[in-house]
């Protein structure tokens, strides 16, 4: 009576585990959904902004010396920023697909079979496209050059001879800095990019350490 007893304490428990992990499956989907959104409306927002700033730099007739200098430090900076935060929408993207593949794995352990696969089916594969991320950030960084390249042609324009010596030479170390800065944040995105990835990576340990009871 007592074995019968422990057995189905057992299955309650089981229960109570399975629904637990299926609420917190749905939540980290519906995050999941809500990553990949908000990394589309970044993309959009950011890319809509830089186009109309680059759009207004080429539609003015004489842009003066400050157009340049917007055009080659401020408008960049932005087409960084939005890729930071898209970089950061992605972390969470893997973060919740991670935990759900985990999620999977414990929920098929509780009712015995295969019922959950999808993610770890993607994992397992490997099929983790690139070039769709690969593809938005060259769009962002290719915005942000090209305002720069406006920017130095706006810049070179507006220096005539009769400048002082130590404005010239302040307008191409400005522009040494700049273009400085921009490979090493391609280098600094890379190598973050490249963490993420790695870290949510299959060959990595899974994130439920303790045994199924």
């Not at 990394?39 to 842009?63: C, E, H, S, Y």
């Amino acid at each position: 009576m007592m074995w019968k007893r422990a057995e189905g304490d057992a299955g309650d428990d089981r229960a109570l585990q399975l629904q637990a992990a299926l609420a917190e499956y749905e939540s980290l989907r519906q995050e999941s959904m809500a990553s990949i959104s908000n990394r589309v409306t970044i993309v959009n927002f950011t890319f809509g902004a830089l186009a109309v700033m680059i759009a207004g730099l080429l539609a003015q007739k004489d842009p003066g010396l400050l157009s340049g200098i917007i055009a080659a430090l401020f408008v960049p900076q932005l087409a960084k920023t939005g890729l930071l935060i898209w970089l950061g929408e992605y972390d969470r993207s893997q973060r919740a697909g991670r935990w759900i593949r985990d999620l999977e794995l414990r929920i098929n352990a509780l009712v015995d079979n295969r019922s959950m696969a999808w993610e770890s089916a993607l994992m397992s594969k490997g099929n983790h496209m690139s070039y769709p991320y690969a593809s938005t950030v060259l769009l962002l960084l290719g915005a942000g050059w090209a305002s720069l390249v406006v920017g130095i042609e706006i810049i070179y324009t507006n220096l005539s001879p009769g400048n002082p010596v130590w404005l010239e030479v302040a307008a191409v170390a400005g522009l040494a800095v700049v273009v400085v800065a921009e490979v090493l944040f391609v280098v600094f995105f890379r190598s973050k990019w490249r963490t993420v990835r790695t870290h949510y990576s299959p060959r990595n340990v899974h994130l439920w350490n303790e045994p199924i009871g």
